[in-house]
C-alpha cells in the first residue's frame, strides 16, 4: 500500500454548517478482511483507534481501547473509514452505548449530523469522568455477495 492510500482514512470529515467543529476527533481505521474472516465474532483486533487528544495524555493509539482525554464541554467527533479504501467495504457507526460512567450526560450524546454519511457522528463531554462507551459499526465486506457484520468494542472517554 503506498504513503497516500494508507493514509487516506484519517482525514477530517467536517460537520454541516450548522454544528460547530469538533475539538476532539477520534479516528477508527477498521481491518474489514480481518472482520469478514471472523465473522464479525470475537473482535480482539483489527480495529485501529486514535485522537488528536495526546496533549491531554490519551493512550491507547492503535488499538481498540482507546483512553481518549479532553476537556469538559469538548465536543468530539467520530469517524470511521475501511483500511482498504480501494476494496468497496463500507463501515458505518450504527450507534452508541454507554456502559458505566456519565460524560456524555443527557445532552452530549453522539448524534449523526448527517444522515446520508453514517461514517461520522458527534458527541459532547457534558460532565467531567470517565465512561466506557461501546461504539456500534456494521461493516458491509466481500465483492461479488457482500455481507454485513455487526460489531462493538469498548474504548473509554476521560473529561476533566
Do not use: H
Not at 64 to 73: F, Q
Not at 139 to 160: E, K, S
Amino acid at each position: 500500500m503506498s504513503a497516500d492510500k494508507s493514509m487516506a482514512f484519517v482525514r477530517v470529515v467536517k460537520p454541516s454548517a450548522t454544528l460547530p467543529a469538533p475539538q476532539t476527533q477520534v479516528a477508527v481505521a477498521i481491518d474489514t478482511a480481518y472482520i469478514a474472516a471472523t465473522a464479525g465474532q470475537s473482535i480482539n483486533t483489527g480495529i485501529y483507534m486514535m485522537d488528536n487528544q495526546a496533549n491531554m495524555d490519551s493512550s491507547g493509539e492503535g488499538s481498540l481501547e482507546l483512553t481518549t482525554v479532553c476537556p469538559v464541554g469538548s465536543l468530539i467527533g467520530f469517524s470511521v473509514y475501511p483500511m482498504d479504501v480501494n476494496s468497496g467495504d463500507k463501515v458505518v457507526i450504527t450507534g452508541f452505548n454507554v456502559s458505566q460512567g456519565n460524560v456524555f450526560g443527557n445532552t452530549g450524546y453522539p448524534i449523526q449530523p448527517d444522515p446520508a454519511n453514517g461514517s461520522y457522528w458527534i458527541g459532547q463531554a457534558m460532565n467531567a469522568g470517565r465512561q466506557t462507551y461501546q461504539i456500534q459499526v456494521r461493516v458491509t465486506a466481500g465483492g461479488l455477495r457482500p455481507t454485513n457484520y455487526y460489531i462493538n468494542w469498548d474504548p473509554f472517554i476521560v473529561a476533566r
